[in-house]
């Protein structure tokens, strides 16, 4: 099944169900059990298989979204991450990924990959000329994030596959701030697609889980793998799941409405000096995102301007959480210094330009109005803080 034949919300909805033939109910039912018969039976099911009942139809589901063959789903964003990138990396190879990564991807290959005799290189941009001019003979794969964490840079998916085919090479492709709903890599020619399936695929803050999809022949290499390393998802958390990727479709595009609202208003406030999202006109890569892109997505980042304190700001937010993960139907926001790329050194950040006061801002459902409001009035505490200081 493909987007083709069914609509967005319709395979949010319906595909990968399991159907409930004892009772007839609406939603599929919990199958708790982690041991399943071996005798006279068609699949032997065992949860670090990756096949329970219930695991089994979510991959569906999640095929379906992102117009391939078949998936999988793990226990967080970052094992589906690591399986993936280790099931076509071996000692001696080399891999070449773009500078603007998620911090916990680039402390993956930063601090482990040596200890695999695996080599790496990062981009200096985002050109497909800076991918190609990092390839070796033994280069295996290429990797991307786009739109990247945080902030929100954009990569040509069509030309990274075509470059990727060119030479023989696979790629792969973190799509979580797009998710399924904004962008599906495959269809420009992408091999791998990884979630952290905790952001838009859970979006209620309550779920840790990751995903891949891709053709069943790369699914299979992956799966290999990942029944070793065992980073399976307990079908309790597989259940959440599916029920929340339901409504996915519905979520995030009132997201993404939100989202370029509060861009359009952040960009034209004076006390913001820089607003990074991909719906504005003035984003560098704005023309590319609307070629790849069904929308543009719930996430933006932001800076005051420079005599403001950032910290202060988001402590005086009152509607907007502080908080450390993003997607949910609750709009928060973070310092990417502090948190998601905590861990790159100073000049690392500074080479990305990630700014002390840069402030990642995840989007929610509310009404926006009431968003404007509690950032407006959070400006004002920080602006009044300034003069008292200065009598």
């Known amino acids: 099944m493909n987007r083709n034949k069914k609509g967005l919300n319709t395979i949010c909805t319906h ?54 063959e078949a998936a999988l ?33 680039h402390n993956l290959v930063t601090e482990e ?13 985002l050109r497909p000329e800076d991918f190609e001019a990092k390839i070796l003979e033994n280069t295996k794969v290429i990797y991307i994030e786009t739109p990247s964490n945080p902030l929100l840079t954009i990569t040509d998916l069509e030309a990274i596959a075509q470059l990727s085919k060119k030479h023989g090479i696979i790629s792969m492709i973190d799509n979580t701030f797009a998710s399924p709903v904004n962008q ?14 905790t952001k838009y695929m859970g979006g209620h803050s309550d779920i840790c889980a990751g995903a891949v999809a891709a053709t069943k022949e790369h699914m299979e290499r992956i799966f290999h793998l990942a029944k ?32 370029q609202q509060l861009a359009e208003y952040l960009y034209a406030h004076e006390d913001i000096q820089n607003v990074y999202y991909p719906g504005l006109p003035s984003h560098p890569d704005h023309e590319l995102a609307k070629r790849q ?24 937010l009152q509607l907007i959480k502080s908080s450390m993960s993003l997607a949910g139907v609750e709009s928060t926001v973070l310092s990417p ?27 929610g459902i509310e009404e926006p109005e009431d968003l404007i409001t509690d950032i407006e009035q959070a400006i004002q505490k ?10």
């Open 293 to 316: 892109m069904h929308g543009f997505g719930g996430m933006l980042s932001f800076e005051l301007n420079e005599d403001f304190d950032a910290s202060l700001f988001q402590k005086s």
């Open 113 to 125: 990959f040596e200890k695999y005799g695996i080599s790496y290189s990062f981009t200096d941009g």
């Open 382 to 391: 920080v602006r009044s803080r300034m003069i008292t200081s200065t009598q």
């Open 15 to 68: 595909v990968g169900e399991v159907p409930d033939d004892v009772f007839k109910g609406a939603i599929s039912p919990l199958y708790m059990s982690t041991s399943y018969a071996f005798e006279d039976v068609d699949v032997k099911r065992y949860p670090r298989y990756f096949n329970t009942p219930n695991q089994e139809a979510l991959c569906k589901k999640i095929a379906a979204l992102e117009n391939a």
């Open 184 to 197: 599906n890599p495959i269809d420009f020619g992408i091999d791998v697609v990884i979630h952290s399936a």
């Open 228 to 259: 070793n390393f065992g980073g399976s998802l307990s079908d309790y958390t597989v259940w959440l799941l599916e029920r929340s990727i339901k409504t996915m479709g519905l979520r995030v595009r009132a997201q993404n409405q939100n989202a």
């Open 337 to 363: 210094t502090q948190t998601s790329h905590a861990l790159l050194s100073p000049e690392e950040r500074d080479r990305q330009g990630i700014k002390d006061g840069l402030i990642r801002f995840s989007v």
């Open 73 to 105: 789903i793990f226990g967080s964003g970052m094992a589906a991450v690591s399986t993936s990138v280790m099931a076509f990396l071996k000692a001696g190879d080399h891999i070449v990924l773009q500078r603007t990564l998620y911090g916990g991807t």
